[in-house]
C-alpha cells in the first residue's frame, strides 16, 4: 500500500476547501493510506506557505504528494518552482497530480539511452506543467491590474473589499493569547495583515473606550 500525503491550497476566503475534500476519498479509493491532509489559504506564487512546508518536512521516502492540481503546489516562477519540488523529490516522494505524467518508474526499467530520454520527457513535461501554473497566475493578475484601471477612470473603484471572516478570526486568536505569527499560520495570511487588522482594532477598541466618560466605565 502506498502512502499518501494531501495537499490542500485555496486562495481566499471565498474560496472553500470543501470541494477538494474529495480528493482524499479519491485517494482512498485508489488504495492509498492518508498519512496526512494539509489545509490552508494562502496564494500559491508564495513558497513560504506553513502547511506546504509542514508536508514537505514530514515527508518520508517513497510517499506520494497528492493535490488537486500542479497550480495548488505551486504558481511559483519557474525556477523557484523547479526549487520547491526539488525539495519533494530529495524528499524521496513522487508527485501524484492530474496532467503530471510520472515516468519514474518506466524510467527505473531502462537503462543507458532509453532511461534518458524518459528521464528527459519527464522534466520537460514538469516545466511545462509549472510554467504554465505561472503564466495563468501572470495573466490573471495583469487582468485584474487592467480592471482596476478601467474602474479607476470611470470613477467606479472602490478598493478591495474586507474579508470580514479572516478579520474575526485574526481579532479572536489575538484576543486569546497567539503571537502574531501563530496567528497568520493559523487564519491562512500573512504577518503584516495580522499587525494592521489588530492595530487598527486596538485603535477602534481605545476609541470607544475613551469615548465612555470616567465616572461610567465601571458601569459597563
Known sequence: MQ???IYLRVSTDEQELTRQNSIIEDARGRGFYVAGVYKEKASGAR??????????????????????KIDRISRLPLTEAEQLIGSIKAKGAKLAIPGIVDLSELAVSHDGV???????VQDMLLKVALQT?????????ERQRQGVELAKASGKYKGRRPEPKTHERIIALRESGMTIAR???LAGCSVS???RIWAIHKENTAGKT?????QERGKE
Not at 47 to 68: F, K, N, S, T
Not at 114 to 120: C, G, H, Y
Not at 133 to 141: F, K, L, P, Q
Not at 210 to 214: C, G, L, S, T, Y
Request: charged share 35%; aromatic share 2%.
Open 3 to 5: 502512502i499518501a500525503r
Open 210 to 214: 475613551n469615548a465612555i466618560p470616567p
Open 183 to 185: 496567528t497568520a499560520t
Open 193 to 195: 495583515q495580522v499587525k
Open 47 to 68: 513558497a513560504d506557505r506553513p502547511e506546504l512546508q509542514r508536508m514537505i518536512a514530514d515527508l518520508q521516502p517513497g510517499e506520494v504528494v497528492v493535490a488537486e
Open 133 to 141: 501554473a505561472r503564466d495563468d497566475y501572470e495573466t490573471r493578475r
Open 114 to 120: 532509453a532511461r534518458i530520454v524518459l528521464e528527459s
